[in-house]
């Protein structure tokens, strides 16, 4: 069954440094996503990406998030400059997008911000 | 704005039923969704039920959905350890450039006791 890929599964950065966390989604999807889960709270949307831009944003994404298609296969996660409060699960996803679709999830990054 | 509000802990025996419960705000949400995640873990979908529809069964799991009060709720037959787990209720929206958002709960721990 096709999945959704990340890596690394745990990264431990120090504050202040760039982060770039990585995924590779399912190959015939179109949208993919990323969420985020700070420990013991939801898991929150944080973007959308489609034909190689930004389709929508959440107010978390700031200007301290990019993302990126770099080739054909990987959709990265940039942080610029880590701060202890971006400290969680980031969760990356795709999806053929319209009606009758279903997002198909990664295992997941936990970002630890020491 | 989206809101999805679970309650945060549920406990049974094993052999018993689970209910766990789920309210949404968004009315125009097409599907619903239930994920289940455990310790460590991804997200992993379970089931998901279609707007104009009222139940879905799929195994031990059974959807219901009261579209007028906004409630959603998963039934687990006969809970096993195997299900102790934390289950997330979503709700999607459909974004204006055609990607899908999902709304997630804060998510209900169920711990099945022997």
């Known amino acids: 069954e096709p999945e959704v890929t990340q890596t690394p599964s745990h990264q431990v950065t120090q504050m202040g440094q760039e982060v770039i966390l990585r995924c590779v989604p399912i190959s015939n999807h179109l949208y993919f996503y990323w969420y985020r889960q700070i420990l013991g709270q939801k898991v929150e949307f944080l973007v959308s990406f489609y034909n190689n831009e930004i389709s929508e944003k959440s107010e978390i994404f700031d200007d301290q998030f990019s993302v990126e298609r770099p080739d054909g296969s990987n959709f990265t996660l940039k942080i610029r400059s880590t701060k202890l409060e971006d400290s969680a699960m980031y969760f990356c996803a795709s999806d053929l997008g319209g009606m009758n679709t279903e997002a198909f999830f990664g295992q997941g990054t936990r970002l630890t911000v020491v | 704005g989206e809101d999805v509000e679970q309650s945060l802990f549920l406990s049974v025996r094993e052999g018993d039923s689970s209910v766990i419960n789920c309210t949404y705000t968004d009315s125009s949400s097409t599907y619903l969704y239930w994920y289940k995640q455990e310790p460590g873990a991804g997200l992993q979908l379970l089931t998901y039920?279609?707007?104009?529809?009222d139940m879905k069964q799929d195994q031990r799991l059974t959807v219901l959905l009261n579209k007028k009060d906004k409630h959603l709720s998963l039934r687990i037959a006969d809970t096993q350890t195997g299900d102790s787990a934390i289950y997330f209720c979503?709700?999607?929206?459909?974004?204006?450039?055609?990607?899908?958002?999902?709304?997630f709960g804060t998510g209900t721990q169920l711990k099945v006791e022997l």
């Open positions: 039920i279609f707007s104009n529809m």
């Open positions: 979503a709700e999607r929206t459909i974004l204006t450039g055609g990607g899908n958002k999902l709304t």
